[in-house]
């Protein structure tokens, strides 16, 4: 039990020291790389607060990115040169949770009714619209600038650091992105520790029979209107905390950043990774966000010392990947790379009927 | 009968997918009664329940429990007030293990004796206690149910609803369940239960209401019911 126990410890601290080093390693083959280690955290966030609703509640939601959107808007807009509004980031990005939990209860509340693939059109829906609004919200008042986008968000400044700029720690340079990469696991970590506390809870239990069967649910005293929304408000709240990163990171946001095909990319490392398991989804959207970025880097060269010219775009190629990858997890992994306890039973089950 | 009226429906009416499948049914239970709802398919008990319940809305009529009318208040409100329903189709939760739904029935409970009641759930039901690490979706149909019945007594219930408990079992499972019920009655919770088998259920029953298309048509004790000449030819299939 010791020895087990102390083993555990080395593990954590092991990768622990991994993923602090990780951007360093990953600076020496360039700058870019840690750009792509931060968006993938970014889809990490998004991943676990999807999994809230999907994977703990059974709430179909395809219109997730919605709430990134909303979360990446609320940051640009209190923090750029567009209304001069120029608020630290530990004051917005509460405020982007709070307003993306809001419309989460307001794509829960007319929804309650909906399951499955009623809820998930209504959802896809509902991501659209937000998406339409903000393109088009630069008349009669200019509140989105449309299809222009907003430029010149403020970066994450926490005390006397920016971290659009690089700074030197004991003789180590340590680049923006670097920063960013350490806040955004500090917040990663957070988000981890919040899903595996509600998973293991009174919540997390009674999510599980709504899954499963709503009305007995209600049967059993859970107020099934209550925990859905609550379901709703915080899946949108982790989107939103993720989005007002990424506009500090990016610096520049539009709707065109916020298309359907983000929320179903979200929705796949979800069951790619394995609904309902913290693990797996974190692992789902590590492998749909680095696969791809590893495929652009290498499947250009690789064509022309093969062919001498490129003959397929590497963008065709990923998508192909992509899908061919989707396509057999689905066939011999059908619960996902990690499944949850529940959905390997599941599993099972279905071989034993 | 002395004992305080638990349950008490006035005039109610129920309307559901655009029909008037409930029109005026009046009915009561009292504390410590085992009372049966009787009928054939589509009679309307199991709408009457459904709305005693909460689960559907109610057009006209009053449903009393304990003394305050429980018209307006929601489902899941019920079983912290003592009334607890098992569903028609029983309603467990496939993918949870056995224990596990048998921990969800006490959701709305946190006192220290749960873990007490789930043995003795497991001492009323053996079946269950050998299934105990299994997910519930692979347990038989008559597993099933006393799964249900064992889950919803976890919420220590005064008054149980059960809506047709025999429905999809096996002759020899629909004695066993019914036996079920006569011992969970015997350990003092009051019941109301729905049934398409009027024999079982007048058997077991100390007094019973008959429903047509809507409507109560007979009711009384039981053992008068099963005697009556009118349930004996229209639900036990004797020509009298």
Redesign the interface.
Known sequence: MKEGGRKVWIGIALIAVALLLLPFALSLAGTAWVRIANLALLYVLLALGLNIVVGFAGLLDLGYIAFYAVGAYVYALLASPHFGLHLPFWVILPIGAAVAALFGVMLGAPTLKLRGDYLAIVTLGFGEIVRIFLNNLSQPVNITRGPQGIAGIDPVRIGGIDFSKSDSLLGAVISGPMKYYYLLLVLMLAIVLINVRLQNSRIGRAWEAIREDETAARAMGIDTTALKLLAFAMGASFGGVAGGMFSAIQGFISPESFVLVESVMVVSMVVLGGMGNIAGVILGALLLSFVPEVLRWTVEPAQRALFGKMLIEPEVIRMLIFGLALVLVMLFRPAGLLPSAVRRRELTDDRAA | MGFPVLLEVRGLEVSYGGIHAVKGVDLEVREGELVCLIGANGAGKSTTLRAV?G?LPARAGSVRYGGTDIAGV???????RGL????EGR??????TVQENL???A??RNDAGIAEDIERRYETFPRLKERRTQ?A??LSGGEQQMLAMG??LM?RPKLLLLDEPSMGLAPRLVAKIFEIVRQIASQGVTILLVEQNARLALEVANRGYVMESGNITLSGEAEGLLESPKVREAYLGETA
């Open positions: 319940c689960l929601a489902m899941h409100e019920l079983p912290r607890v329903m098992v569903p309603g467990i939760f496939p993918q949870l921990a969800m029935g959701y709305t997910v979706g692979t889950r919803a919420a």
